[in-house]
């Protein structure tokens, strides 16, 4: 039986080694890279997947999930709702007002994230991280799927580290799934510094966004962005800052509570929304001392200047690479 190498690819540090790794063990004619599209991504990642594509002479399928039945669904399923729900002990259900704002809004965008937060109601949090499971795992079990159904053994070759979070620190290197379907992640062992400079050694430029004083590049913003990535996304890219203002109101408008927040604040009132926006975390970014004071260094902030939190700035090997 044939075997198919699918390497899923980011725009970021670790999925950048994988590929290099995966194409000089088997060739590119038994690689296949891809990239699942959450629709949250910054200009620079898609332009980092084209630069990619022609250092390394391969091409990237791009995947996107769709939620166009999800949402056609959940439009149904308001319109004759008559049932309640409970909530912190108290009584929800759909008023006629909510249901008209809910309906007006419930259209597919063709942005999956957007879309996905639309059929949801709400936006994902930490620990209702659905966003990865939705526009990331499926797409791509969906596509090696159809591989195996083609006669392929299927290896899926995944940039995972363990030293990345708690909840990788016991990743393994090689499982077997079943069903023809195979998982491995080569670089669970190494570093952010080892990523790094086996892509250097290899004459690949990393993402420009690490740069810019993101950890990571995969949304823009992500969930789980720190305090100090909020505030440098704040400062670079507040374009980004007002869409996803902008889907506030609209995934607010899908909910039943008429409110939902980007960074979630559970039980909140569309009045109370005002008040945990995606603008009101910004400006919490720019605080020190528990929020209690602004931090004078926020408002230095040089979009043009170099801001790396993997020491990439001083790092002459990227000065070499990048000439």
Request: with cysteine; hydrophobic share 35%.
């Amino acid at each position: 039986m044939r075997v198919m190498h699918v390497i899923s690819v980011s725009g970021g540090k670790d999925s950048a080694a994988t590929l290099l790794l995966a194409i000089a063990r088997f060739g590119r004619e038994y690689v296949i890279a891809i990239f699942c599209d959450t629709g949250n991504e910054h200009q620079v990642v898609y332009e980092y997947l084209d630069y990619l594509e022609l250092a390394l002479g391969i091409k990237i399928t791009r995947l996107k999930a769709n939620f166009d039945n999800e949402i056609a669904n959940k439009r149904r399923f308001i319109a004759r709702d008559q049932r309640t729900g409970r909530r912190h002990g108290r009584k929800l259900r759909w008023t006629n007002k909510a249901k008209r704002r809910a309906l007006a809004v419930l259209q597919p965008t063709g942005n999956p994230f957007l879309d996905l937060c639309l059929w949801k109601g709400r936006f994902p949090s930490r620990k209702a991280q659905f966003c990865t499971e939705q526009l990331k795992r499926n797409p791509a079990v969906e596509f090696q799927m159809d591989l195996i159904d083609q006669g392929y053994k299927v290896v899926s070759w995944q940039g995972v580290r363990r030293d990345e979070s708690l909840n990788r620190r016991r990743a393994k290197r090689f499982e077997d799934v079943g069903g023809g379907l195979y998982i491995y992640r080569p670089i669970v062992d190494w570093s952010a510094r080892d990523v790094f400079d086996y892509c250097a050694r290899h004459g690949i430029k990393p993402n420009p966004l690490y740069m810019q004083g993101m950890g990571r590049v995969g949304c823009m913003p992500c969930i789980n962005a720190r305090k100090n990535e909020l505030r440098e996304i704040g400062a670079r890219f507040p374009e980004h800052v007002a869409r996803i203002h902008e889907w506030e109101q609209l995934v607010g408008a899908a909910s039943k509570r008429q409110a939902s927040t980007f960074i979630p604040a559970p039980g909140i009132t569309p009045v109370q929304a005002k008040e945990h926006g995606i603008y009101s975390i910004i400006e919490w970014s720019r605080t020190s001392r528990g929020g209690r004071q602004y931090d004078m260094l926020a408002d230095l902030i040089d979009s043009d200047s170099c801001a790396s939190s993997y020491g990439l700035c001083d790092s002459t090997s990227w000065e070499e690479v990048t000439a």
